[in-house]
């Protein structure tokens, strides 16, 4: 079967450092993808990994390994506008088109 | 243009209604998506049309009823729902085959059925 969990709820203060984790097991794997969603917004974007190793994009890195199943979301320098559900979604093996997302985890953030 | 969009943003519907949901996006993308999204959950996955064919569908009652008419549009068809089908639809669009390629998804259409 596929299972991806993630934390259900963390905090965090303004200018710190948060790490969301992952963990997946899936029939395979092309990829995974990080989202971020605001209450009653649409996901959006934040990064892509398919090799081992750590991807920076600014205030946020992404890290992955395969051999565990294990990723991670860094955001640095924590704003309010932060406060949001970072959602973990992999692309499972044989088929492009489809993501598996995790549970998700809604952070907030206070000042 | 970069986005995708949904309408309408809000529904309400009874159980014996009809209604549509819309979605467009002028990207280009090749691939397009009907997710539904309860609250505090993640989106799941119902429908994929690639190339404007259905791909994927998980297995969802003959109650959604999907459509796409060409390369822009998705329509999602409703009929006879249940008050438990009450959520956020999520239309989402991607770009190729290319593993790589992220989903861009629009602000959803919040569905109430009554």
């Known amino acids: 079967g596929q299972n991806i969990d993630q934390p259900t709820e963390m905090t965090a203060t303004e200018g710190a450092i948060v790490q969301i984790n992952c963990t997946y097991q899936?029939?395979?794997?092309?990829?995974l993808f990080w989202y971020q969603q605001h209450a009653g917004e649409a996901p959006t974007f934040l990064s892509y990994?398919?090799?081992?190793g750590l991807e920076e994009k600014g205030r946020f890195s992404s890290f992955l390994s395969r051999s565990k199943g294990y990723s991670y979301l860094l955001l640095k320098e924590l704003q309010m506008k932060d406060s949001a559900s970072y959602l973990c979604a992999v692309r499972p093996a044989g088929n492009t088109d489809k993501l598996i997302f995790g549970t998700g985890t809604r952070l907030q953030v206070f000042p | 243009d970069t986005e995708v969009t949904q309408t309408p943003k809000h529904l309400v519907m009874g159980m014996t209604n009809k209604k549509s949901l819309k979605c467009e996006q002028h990207m280009g993308h090749r691939a397009m998506y009907w997710y539904k999204q309860k609250a505090k959950k993640p989106p799941e996955l119902m429908f994929v049309?690639?190339?404007?064919?259905?791909?994927i569908n998980e297995s969802v009652p003959s109650r959604f009823s999907p459509e796409c008419p060409n390369s822009s549009l998705l329509n999602l068809h409703l009929h006879a729902l249940q008050p438990e089908d009450s959520a956020l639809y999520l239309c989402?669009?991607?770009?190729?085959?290319?593993?790589?390629?992220?989903?861009?998804f629009g602000p959803g259409t919040r569905l109430t059925v009554l």
């Open positions: 899936t029939s395979g794997f092309n990829g």
């Open positions: 990994n398919v090799l081992d």
């Open positions: 049309y690639s190339y404007e064919k259905l791909s």
């Open positions: 989402a669009s991607s770009q190729g085959l290319a593993i790589h390629n992220e989903q861009f």
